[in-house]
């Protein structure tokens, strides 16, 4: 009698020992008595595919993917959703019982859920949202915001060239601003989305003038390290609904723990603080 395969999965990058991802699926797979490994897998780039060519044969199911490959496996994938294409790049692999690559990404939709569940009375279609970067994680938060109904998406970035090729991708419901204009776009603005690094442990600050930054207002920074980033202590102060980035990581996880493993999990506060232990 054959034995069926305990289901491997992995998250790759270069660097990837920071990856918080194998303490919460270690979390998750302990939670539901699941046979299952996760592990973190740090490959050379002249060596992504073929190792990811490799892998199925290993008994691996799929993968997270992380900086810097989210692009490149969209090159080696032999199906990649529409999801992905929009974004430009994906998070999420599945190692498909015929051999095949599917590449996926589901950042937006984790952007989204710890949208929702910390600020549920938000309405996107009511005001406009202020994205500050123009990055690869600026690409899922733009994409959902705008498949969610925001009507008027400011954008700024510190190289407004970045912003402006986004703008050309995402169309005119997306408007460029001049970096050093970033405080005065806040004023009327129903959510202000951080999505570059300023702010995280070990990088420069974000000195963005934070005075027009109104009462209600929906403030996310998609940093979780720290847990309460300067702008985040900034803006609860002003009385602020503010909404911290570790729940993005937390429910971009949950679709390719559900595929690989075969049980949607729940996130919920236990999972938050295996996460942060």
């Not at 990856?19 to 992504?48: C, N, T, V």
Request: aromatic share 6%.
């Amino acid at each position: 009698m054959t034995l069926p395969r305990i289901p491997l999965a992995a998250v790759i990058g270069a660097p990837v020992a920071h990856s918080r991802s194998p303490r919460l699926f270690h979390h998750w797979l302990g939670k539901y008595g699941l046979k299952g490994h996760y592990i973190p897998m740090e490959i050379a780039p002249d060596r992504l595919e073929s190792a990811l060519r490799m892998l199925p044969d290993l008994g691996f199911v799929g993968a997270n993917v992380t900086i810097p490959y989210k692009e490149d496996v969209m090159r080696i994938a032999d199906l990649v959703s529409d999801r992905a294409t929009v974004i430009g790049a994906a998070n999420t692999l599945i190692f498909r019982e015929d051999g095949k690559i599917h590449a996926d990404n589901t950042d937006g939709y984790g952007f989204m859920e710890n949208l929702r569940r910390g600020a549920p009375d938000w309405d996107p279609s009511t005001k406009p949202v202020v994205v500050l970067g123009a990055g690869g994680a600026a690409r899922a938060v733009i994409a959902s915001l705008l498949d969610v109904g925001v009507t008027e998406l400011r954008l700024t970035n510190r190289t407004r060239d970045r912003a402006e090729q986004l703008c050309e991708e995402f169309g005119n419901r997306v408007q460029v601003y001049d970096w050093v204009q970033a405080g005065n776009i806040l004023e009327d603005a129903g959510a202000v989305i951080n999505t570059t690094s300023l702010g995280m442990a070990g990088k420069p600050e974000l000195r963005v003038p934070l005075g027009g930054l109104q009462p209600g207002t929906v403030v996310n920074d998609i940093v979780y390290t720290p847990l309460k980033t300067p702008l985040l202590a900034e803006a609860e102060h002003r009385g602020c609904t503010v909404v911290d980035g570790l729940g993005m990581l937390l429910y971009q996880a949950v679709p390719g723990f559900e595929r690989w493993f075969g049980q949607r999990p729940e996130v919920d506060e236990a999972t938050r603080q295996a996460v942060l232990a």
